[in-house]
């Protein structure tokens, strides 16, 4: 039986004499870290955690681990020792504590994007190291399983040991590492892997976190209606992942750049707007320039204009009703005058009437007494004709 580099699968007693036989330090072996792998888990006289990874001598040299034992990050783990047995090389470094990114989102879902970011600047420092070297160090193996996040938060890079040394002479790598479906194209074969190469692989590792699929290996390229992020952060990662490594980030600076910038106007367009800015102030110094008006301000004019035409028409409509107010005003006056007539009409016809009434009582009167005056006369007249008889 043999794991992903064809090679043999050390039982327990095995492994413990490996490292009881080659080893500068003394340890004591714990358990089988990974089923089927020749990856252990060491404890040594202090109880640190260590790990021993036994694998065939084809995928890692001497002068590599010589080149990585000098490199102490707190991003990447340490190479303490090595030895060579036979074909196959005994490599015992640092144990990380932590979950891998491919566990966390497994059983806690994805992860939102400010949270992919602040991943995403940590693995760069980490790559960082790597790429900066004098003599550059190229991950090519980055994937879900390949990153740890610890108890604090920090990112640590695992596998150590993949990494190559670029070689400017080569066209191609001489032995292909890395997970489908997070490798960059370029290590299937057509040309050499560099910075650029890791740059893509990292790039779909933000696609697994925000989306929790692994991408399709045949076509290679992230699935952009699965992504639920911002425009700008959605733009660096189609450069990321741009199959020809020409038109990707051309290494972890001008990556680190376009994070640290998204949502900042790049400087190409400050260029462009602070030339239109002069052109524009050039134009008005020099007069009888028709600078056309902008939505917003046709809008505005038309919203004043509706104004003043709604005002004119409320002052025109005041000035109706105080006229109408005015001959309301006029008919009430007349009105009331008609009725002052009348009524002193009235009360004239009424006492004329009374004093008619009156002339007619006396007159009345007046003929009763002539009436009576004559009748007297009368009788006093026949008494003496009476008395004279």
Do not use: W
Request: net charge negative; charged share 30%.
């Amino acid at each position: 039986m043999s794991d992903a580099f064809n090679s043999k699968i050390y039982s327990i007693s095995e492994a413990e004499n490996i490292i009881k036989n080659n080893s500068i330090n003394k340890y004591e072996l714990v358990y089988r870290l990974v089923p089927d792998k020749n990856i252990f888990l060491l404890s040594d006289d202090n109880y640190q955690k260590n790990i021993l990874k036994i694998m065939p001598l084809k995928f890692i040299s001497p002068k590599r681990l010589e080149l990585l034992k000098e490199i102490k990050s707190r991003h990447l783990p340490t190479i303490i020792e090595y030895c060579v047995i036979g074909s196959e090389i005994a490599i015992i470094k640092t144990y990380v504590e932590g979950r891998t990114l491919y566990d966390i989102v497994e059983e806690e879902g994805v992860i939102e994007e400010s949270q992919v970011i602040n991943y995403l600047i940590e693995i760069i420092e980490a790559l960082n190291v790597l790429h900066t070297r004098s003599e550059k160090l190229i991950f090519r193996d980055i994937h879900p399983k390949n990153i740890v996040i610890n108890d604090k938060g920090q990112v640590c890079l695992i596998d150590i040991e993949s990494v190559r040394v670029y070689d400017s002479t080569k066209e191609i790598d001489t032995v292909m590492i890395g997970a489908i479906g997070f490798v960059a194209p370029e290590q299937y074969g057509f040309m050499q892997s560099d910075e650029r190469s890791d740059i893509y692989s990292l790039g779909m590792v933000c696609y697994y976190m925000l989306t929790g699929a692994i991408p399709d290996i045949s076509f290679n390229r992230m699935d952009g209606g699965m992504l639920e992020c911002s425009g700008k952060f959605r733009l660096i990662l189609n450069k990321m992942t741009r199959f020809s490594p020409d038109v990707r980030y051309s290494d972890l600076t001008r990556l680190k750049e376009a994070l640290e910038n998204r949502g900042k106007l790049s400087s190409k367009t400050k260029k462009i707007l602070s030339g239109i800015v002069i052109v524009c102030l050039l134009m008005i110094s020099l007069g009888n320039i028709f600078i056309p008006k902008t939505l917003e301000e046709n809008q505005v004019e038309l919203s004043e204009l509706s104004t003043e035409s709604e005002t004119k028409e409320a002052d025109n409509d005041v000035k109706s009703l105080d006229l109408m107010n005015a001959n309301s005003e006029l008919t009430a006056v007349e009105a009331a005058a008609v009725a002052a007539a009348e009524g002193v009409a009235a009360k004239e016809a009424k006492e004329a009437k009374e004093a008619k009434e009156a002339e007619d009582v006396v007159a009345e009167e007046e003929t009763e007494e002539t009436v009576e005056t004559v009748e007297t006369e009368e009788i006093l007249m026949e008494d003496n004709l009476v008395d004279e008889n």
